[in-house]
């Protein structure tokens, strides 16, 4: 069994949960930027729900399947097509021989994902599927998804089958302005009091440069650093610091300008002070924020993380009942 | 140094600022902390990053509450407070064409970006830091050791700070810009450390030289890839040297026919002896290296 790239999209590549473990060296977590929207996508088929599927980001592929499949489509809002017919998003079907699988864009969300039965089986490294584009590791190749490649796909597992239905209430939504709740700390203390105030005052909207990597936004006041005598090594900036190592979800601010919040691709240390860190029930709706989306950030604290955590786990655990069986 | 500086990354990072500034203490005492919490194998612990200064832990507060995570840390920086700082690692040599032809072009393309557009990287730092040549620079820059401070960034790309007196290290800004482009295997430099750049990409580090040893490869191709696919960890001892053109060119095509390789030496490096003894300690870590 096998699916063929006809088109690759804006930057499709295979994912999974994750490659923890190696961020010492630089290598970083990688895996669905949207966690619960890939288990969503692999439970509906039958699968595992950390098997690797596809990640879509803004432009969804076109696919050609070499063989029947059990496929489903979950995360942003784009109607898949089976031979330019429309079929469900968040529910399982079928798919023949030489079916073409297409898109509509994006309404909302920026990140689909496309499980199959079986999971898309490139080869483990390093104990994960995931592409790491980068370092050119894991996934197909070790990059996003090109026009001719061909994917491999598993064995699907017995209780794959087509009209498996995600239940309502257990669909996110994806609006256009969200609130992103932060911790402050680590450099938190290095801006102005005016910033630290205005920083959550202001609406920030989602910059062309919102990638794996990292999301950048823009359109706030800027940001001044509080001034003083640069520690040794710590380079001239006032928003520089001996370099250091950045927690996934930290926000850091360059020259006071454009906050980017680090993403599963993280570069995992470097100059720049960070002031707070997304709380990681967020980090899935980081994900489905479209550029030109807006977001405010809302101080918590670590009780208020740990709730919001605890929610997200309740709602995995609610996923998986509902779609177990 | 005062105490350290602990700060949660939201629900799932402590972040422990040993010092504010860089240093070797402060670096031994991130090491020695990561190497004990390494030992322990705390259930939930997904990351040990120590880097330069400071370190950063990834953990799953479902598994060590946040409260709990932090009160271990601080029983072993406790723990670790009065150890000898002795660190068992491996020195290795690598080779560096400096003043190469490809850094040098990829700096003048990127030349407005940067504190001194009429020169090039490797000679505004040489006359920053007060040395009269290009020649002298490379010297300092190939005589003491370095220690890999952090691994990071991007995959495999090491950091390093260079085992001297704090008088003779070398310093330079970062561009004024960053590059969006900067050869692979390019040694840079900025604040005090020194870069390996493990693969191509954006950078804004001042560029010395550039080294034919590969550092990073997901393939695995050369021998000293055997056991992992990054070279450089956290501790390891590099001493630059410097090469000509055509050493360059011949150790790329033995890397290009798979014969390159690097040869690791286990050492001990002591701070004590350092400290009470830097030139004379420097001068030790290369006699390791060379077989005395």
Not at chain 2, 53 to 77: N, Q, W
Request: with cysteine.
């Amino acid at each position: 069994m096998a699916i063929e790239v006809i088109k690759p999209g804006l930057a499709t590549s295979v994912q999974d949960v994750g490659r923890p473990g190696y961020y010492n060296i630089g290598i970083p977590l990688s895996g669905a930027l949207d966690q619960y929207a890939l288990r969503v996508a692999n439970l509906l088929v039958g699968n595992d729900e950390g098997a690797a599927a596809l990640e879509a980001s803004l432009l969804a592929p076109e696919l050609i399947f070499h063989a029947p499949a059990i496929v489903a489509i979950a995360g942003s809002e784009a109607t898949p097509k089976i031979n330019g017919e429309a079929r469900p998003r968040n529910e399982s079907f079928a798919v023949r021989l030489d079916d073409r699988l297409t898109f509509d864009y994006m309404k909302a969300g920026a990140r689909a994902y496309i499980a199959v039965a079986g999971g898309i089986d490139v080869p483990l490294i390093l104990g994960s599927r995931s592409t790491y584009g980068l370092g050119a590791l894991g996934g197909f190749s070790g990059r996003k998804l090109a026009a001719g490649d061909v994917l491999p796909v598993g064995n699907p597992k017995p209780g794959a089958r087509a009209g498996r239905a995600l239940p309502g209430d257990l669909a996110p939504s994806y609006p256009k302005s969200l609130e992103l709740r932060v911790v402050t700390g680590l450099y938190f203390r290095r801006l102005t009091d005016e910033a630290a105030k205005t920083f959550f005052e202001d609406t920030w909207t989602v910059a062309p440069e919102a990638d794996r990597i990292g999301y950048r936004y823009r359109k706030g006041r800027a940001l001044s650093f509080r001034e003083r005598k640069q520690p040794f090594g710590a380079g001239s900036d006032p928003s520089n610091i001996v370099d250091a190592g950045y927690p996934y979800g930290s926000i850091q601010v360059p020259g006071g300008l454009e906050p980017i919040i680090l993403h599963r691709d993280a570069v995992s240390g470097g100059g720049y002070g960070v002031i707070g860190t997304v709380i990681s029930a967020d980090m899935d709706r980081i994900a489905q924020m479209q550029p030109n989306n807006v977001a405010r950030f809302v101080e918590v604290d670590m009780a208020t993380a740990l709730k919001a955590r605890a929610e997200y786990k309740g709602r995995d655990r609610r996923l998986r009942s509902s779609l177990s069986g | 140094m005062s105490g350290i500086r602990y700060s949660f990354g939201a629900d799932e990072h402590v972040f422990a600022e040993i010092d504010e500034e860089m240093s070797l203490e402060a670096f031994f005492k991130g090491m020695a902390i990561c190497k004990e919490l390494e030992k322990r194998r705390i259930p939930g612990v997904s990351e040990i990053c120590p880097s330069n200064a400071s370190y950063l832990i990834r953990f799953d507060p479902d598994v060590i509450h946040p409260d709990k995570m932090l009160a271990t840390l601080k029983e072993i920086e406790a723990q670790v407070g009065d150890a000898d700082l002795e660190l068992p690692t491996r020195i290795v040599e690598l080779p560096v064409l400096y003043n190469d032809p490809w850094t040098n072009e990829t700096g003048q393309r990127f030349r407005e970006r940067h504190q001194d557009p009429k020169s090039t990287d490797i000679a505004y730092s040489a006359r920053i830091n007060g040395y009269g040549s290009i020649d002298e620079f490379v010297a300092a820059h190939s005589g003491a050791p370095w220690f890999v401070s952090m691994v990071g960034f991007v995959a495999g790309l090491p950091w390093l700070y260079q085992i001297a007196e704090r008088a003779k290290q070398i310093e330079a800004p970062k561009y004024l810009r960053p590059r969006t482009d900067t050869p692979k295997l390019t040694i840079g430099h900025g604040g005090c450390f020194a870069a390996i750049y493990s693969v191509r990409g954006a950078g804004g580090y001042q560029m010395f030289g550039i080294t034919p040893a590969p550092i990073y490869d997901p393939a695995q191709k050369l021998h000293y890839f055997k056991d992992f696919l990054a070279v450089f960890r956290p501790g390891d001892i590099v001493k630059f040297k410097s090469i000509s053109r055509e050493e360059y060119d011949r150790d790329i095509k033995a890397v290009e026919a798979g014969t390159f390789d690097l040869t690791f030496h286990p050492v001990n490096f002591s701070l004590k002896s350092f400290h009470s003894d830097p030139g004379g300690y420097s001068r030790h870590l290369v006699e390791v290296l060379h077989g005395h």
